[in-house]
């Protein structure tokens, strides 16, 4: 398995338009487990997206879908700075999907 | 939904013997939605956790679950250190199983 752990800061005020457009085609990524946008508490503009892939190449795909570069297009506007990116190994847990 | 994110270091060399306890009871908590234990392959003994609940309540209340307080007990001196423990509010996504 493939895992990323990201943080992300939009355009101030636009933090829910951003987790719109990252949320629509979440669950129709092949090879994508789980893939969870969640925001951050103690920070008005952050968002955390937290993903695993059953590989790096099913994640490396994705970014060409015809529906992830569309939405990465619309993205791009609202986000004011990437702040983290991680990559892990995930080893197991609860609610890793099927991979659509 | 409330979500967490943690980077703990196991003492050098238990990685593993430590994501083996976390995982044990991972699809055992009532109310978790998501759960998943990640090497992270830039750093020897760190550990990354990623969790969604239906609530805080819930995580809660896991803490008092005996299979949970016992993987404690035991994961306890397999822990190095806390190196990031953030809290989240899960907006939605894919991979959020049903609570058990």
Redesign the interface.
Known sequence: ?Y?L?GKMKAVPGQRDAL?SIL?EG??E?PG???????????EADAL?I?E?WDSQASHKASLSLPSVSDAISRGKPLIASFDQY????????????PA?
Chains 1, 2 share one sequence.
């Open positions: 398995m895992g752990i987790a949320l979440a669950s990524m994508c487990l789980s893939y969870v946008v969640a925001q951050d508490p103690a955390w937290t695993v991680i990559e892990t190994l995930p080893m197991g847990g609860h609610g890793i999907g659509a």
